[in-house]
Each structure stands twice: as structure tokens, then as C-alpha cells.
């Protein structure tokens, strides 16, 4: 009975960790899933803004001058938020890093500063678009997609978060680099993408 203690101690143990790598594993697997799912709802409302900023640009830029300058560059910005969009899309997994935040972040920033300086110029040069019941709608379906942009950004920063720490922190650092499970990335507090389209007021009918 002596001489069988030392190996049910050490039979014992292995379970013990068996069982702990398990659970380990599941939560990991689940939070990485969790993850995937947020940046999904991210996607999806980012889209729908894009999809209204475009209706927005095309309302307007109806009644502007094809040559006009800051039109050639909101529609130069726009085909880039929608390469950035392309190739990000379906991003899961270990391809969710970092990098792919952040260039996900600067294309969409960036039309929008653009979509803000082309309507300020064209609501000094075309006052008759101040009334135009088609903006005013679109204007108020932009803003009403920037609480469900919040929410999802703050779901998908929680979710990313919780999963980074349980992959990062001891013990779950030693089953995430035995099992390859790898840091996702986050929205960077002061992002452009994180800043709503602004509408100048002076478009208020």
C-alpha cells in the first residue's frame, strides 16, 4: 500500500490537471467564440452606417458638379473604407489582431472625415439641399446608428478583453501556448472610426 501511494498521488495529479487543462481549453474555445460574435454585430452596424453615409454622398452629390474636388476625394475615401471592409471582412479567428482592427478603423475614420468636409462645402455652395426632406431622413438614420455602433464596439472591447486576459494571465497562458490561441485585437480609445459622422447644423431646414 506504501509503495503505491507515490503513483496514485501522481495518477491523481495527472487527472487533476487533465481536468483543469480541459476546462481551460472549453473556456478559452468559448471566449474565442464569443469574440468572433461581437466583431460580427461590429460589421454588421458599421456597415449599415457606411450604406447610409453612401446614400447620404449620393443625395447630395446629385446636385454637385461631377469636377467638384471634394466630391472626387469623399468618393476616392469611400472606395478605400470598402477595400478595408473586403478585406476584413469574415476576419476571425487568429486573423482578428491588431493590425486588422486598426486598418479597419483608419479606412472608415477616414471616409467619414471626408463625408464631413464634403457636406460642409456643399451646404455653402447649395443652400436649396438645407430643406431637402431625402437629407433630413438620412441624417436622422445616420444618428440613429451611432447607439447601436456603441453598443456593439463596447460588447466586441468586453468580449476581446476578457479573452486576451484569460490567455494572458497564468495559468491559461500555458494551455493558450500549447493550444495556439493568440491575443485579439481592440479599438483604440480615440479612433476616428469611433467618432460619429457629424451633420452640420446649418443643414437644418
Given at each position: 500500500?506504501?509503495?503505491?501511494?507515490?503513483?496514485?498521488?501522481?495518477?491523481?495529479?495527472?487527472?487533476?490537471?487533465?481536468?483543469?487543462?480541459?476546462?481551460r481549453?472549453?473556456?478559452?474555445?468559448?471566449?474565442?467564440?464569443?469574440?468572433?460574435?461581437?466583431?460580427?454585430?461590429?460589421e454588421?452596424?458599421?456597415?449599415?452606417?457606411?450604406?447610409?453615409?453612401d446614400?447620404?454622398?449620393n443625395?447630395?452629390?446629385a446636385?454637385?458638379?461631377a469636377?467638384?474636388k471634394?466630391?472626387?476625394?469623399?468618393?476616392q475615401?469611400?472606395n478605400?473604407a470598402r477595400?478595408?471592409i473586403n478585406q476584413?471582412?469574415?476576419?476571425?479567428?487568429d486573423s482578428?489582431?491588431?493590425?486588422t482592427?486598426?486598418k479597419?478603423q483608419?479606412?472608415?475614420?477616414?471616409?467619414?472625415?471626408?463625408?464631413?468636409?464634403?457636406?460642409?462645402?456643399?451646404?455653402?455652395?447649395?443652400?436649396?439641399?438645407?430643406?431637402?426632406?431625402?437629407f433630413q431622413d438620412?441624417?436622422t438614420e445616420?444618428?440613429?446608428?451611432?447607439?447601436?455602433?456603441?453598443?456593439?464596439r463596447?460588447?466586441?472591447?468586453?468580449?476581446a478583453?476578457?479573452?486576451?486576459n484569460?490567455i494572458q494571465?497564468f495559468p491559461g497562458?500555458?494551455f493558450?501556448?500549447m493550444?495556439?490561441f493568440k491575443?485579439r485585437?481592440l479599438?483604440?480609445?480615440?479612433?476616428?472610426?469611433s467618432?460619429r459622422?457629424?451633420i452640420?447644423n446649418?443643414?437644418?431646414?
Open positions: 500500500m506504501r509503495r503505491s501511494m507515490p503513483l496514485l498521488i501522481v495518477l491523481a495529479l495527472i487527472v487533476i490537471l487533465f481536468v483543469a487543462g480541459c476546462t481549453y472549453n473556456s478559452m474555445v468559448t471566449g474565442r467564440n464569443n469574440v468572433d460574435k461581437f466583431w460580427s454585430q461590429v454588421n452596424q458599421y456597415q449599415s452606417r457606411l450604406d447610409k453615409i446614400q447620404l454622398v443625395t447630395v452629390s446636385q454637385v458638379k469636377e467638384n471634394t466630391l472626387v476625394e469623399v468618393i475615401a469611400r478605400t477595400n478595408a476584413t471582412s469574415g476576419a476571425r479567428g482578428l489582431n491588431q493590425g482592427v486598426n479597419y483608419q479606412a472608415l475614420g477616414e471616409y467619414e472625415r471626408q463625408t464631413r468636409l464634403f457636406v460642409n462645402v456643399v451646404s455653402e455652395q447649395y443652400p436649396e439641399l438645407r430643406s431637402a426632406q431625402a438620412l441624417r445616420i444618428s440613429g446608428t451611432d447607439n447601436r455602433i456603441n453598443v456593439a463596447k460588447d466586441f472591447i468586453a468580449a478583453t476578457d479573452y486576451n484569460s494571465t497562458n500555458l493558450a501556448g493550444f495556439g491575443p485585437g479599438f483604440q480609445a480615440e479612433a476616428g472610426a467618432k459622422p457629424e452640420p446649418n443643414f437644418n431646414p
